[in-house]
């Protein structure tokens, strides 16, 4: 399992299109990808989970990744979180 820890660095944070990018990039690998938040924890797989995790500005978030291709599925995500989701 690959666990990293993420930082919503964009200011509008999660909302629709971060969440669907999120979720378009963890359906392309098998692995489960989860994220965490406090006490909530989603399949990243789902737009609609992703968005109910309501992550603002400068929320941590754990992400977890478990499969055959996990490290691909980390590294991708990492790299949606640490590009802004391209917003800014």
Same mark, same amino acid.
């Given at each position: +399992? /690959? #666990?990293? *820890? $993420?930082?919503?660095? &964009?200011?509008?944070? =999660?909302?629709?299109?971060?969440?669907? $990018? @999120?979720?378009? %990039?963890? &359906?392309?690998?098998?692995? #489960?990808? =989860? $994220? #965490?938040?406090? %006490? %909530? *924890? /989603? &399949?990243?797989? !789902? =737009? +609609?989970?992703?968005? *109910? +995790?309501?992550?603002?500005?400068? *929320? !941590? +978030?754990? $992400?977890?990744?478990?499969? !055959?291709?996990? /490290?691909?599925?980390?590294?991708? @995500?990492?790299?949606?979180?640490? !590009?802004?989701?391209?917003?800014?």
């Amino acid at each position: +399992m /690959v #666990e990293k *820890t $993420l930082i919503v660095q &964009n200011r509008a944070g =999660i909302h629709a299109r971060p969440a669907a $990018l @999120i979720a378009q %990039t963890a &359906n392309k690998f098998s692995c #489960e990808v =989860i $994220l #965490e938040k406090d %006490t %909530t *924890t /989603v &399949n990243a797989k !789902s =737009i +609609m989970g992703v968005i *109910t +995790m309501a992550a603002g500005y400068n *929320t !941590s +978030m754990t $992400l977890k990744c478990e499969g !055959s291709d996990e /490290v691909q599925a980390a590294d991708a @995500i990492v790299n949606l979180f640490e !590009s802004k989701f391209d917003e800014e």
